[in-house]
């Protein structure tokens, strides 16, 4: 199994490829490249990992194309118009589960990744029922920004 991620960077978007298997991570390269997505090359960052340069627009027409083609498959052209209501659908839920990363470094901007430490939702009642102090937990709030330089 793959798992997708993207960063966008202004008008172009890298789209990280990851998974135990190469072949997986090329069959997900042929079908991004079969699609009209991109036509550059696939670059790995390790076994594991690798990337493509897409834009926005392209990246939302191949989830759509993809999803259309896997719809079409199944249920043919038989239900055309719904199958294409569908697909939309399919692309919009697609887009939403897959998670925004930083996994390339842009020239004299530090890459930053955010980590939450602990559940971090505000003031909240101690096991005694005392409320907490929400500028106290302010400053021990366990999220931070770590820099990579």
Known sequence: MSKLVYQPLGNNWAVGIESDSPQEIESQDFSWYNHGAYNGTLK????????????????????YNSSLATLLGKYGNSLKEKVRRYARLLARMRF??????????????PTYR????????????????????????????????????
Not at 46 to 62: C, G, H, M
Not at 99 to 105: G, V
Request: glycine share 8%; proline share 3%.
């Open 114 to 149: 955010y980590l939450p430490q602990e559940d971090t939702s505000g003031a909240k009642m101690s096991k005694d029922g005392i409320a907490n102090d929400e500028e106290s937990w302010k400053q021990n709030s366990g999220s931070y920004y770590v820099y990579d330089r």
């Open 96 to 109: 939403n589960g897959y998670k925004q990363e930083s996994f390339i470094r842009k020239s004299g901007v």
């Open 44 to 63: 790995f960052m390790s076994p594991r990992f690798a990337y493509i340069w897409t834009s926005e627009e392209n990246f939302r027409k191949y989830l």
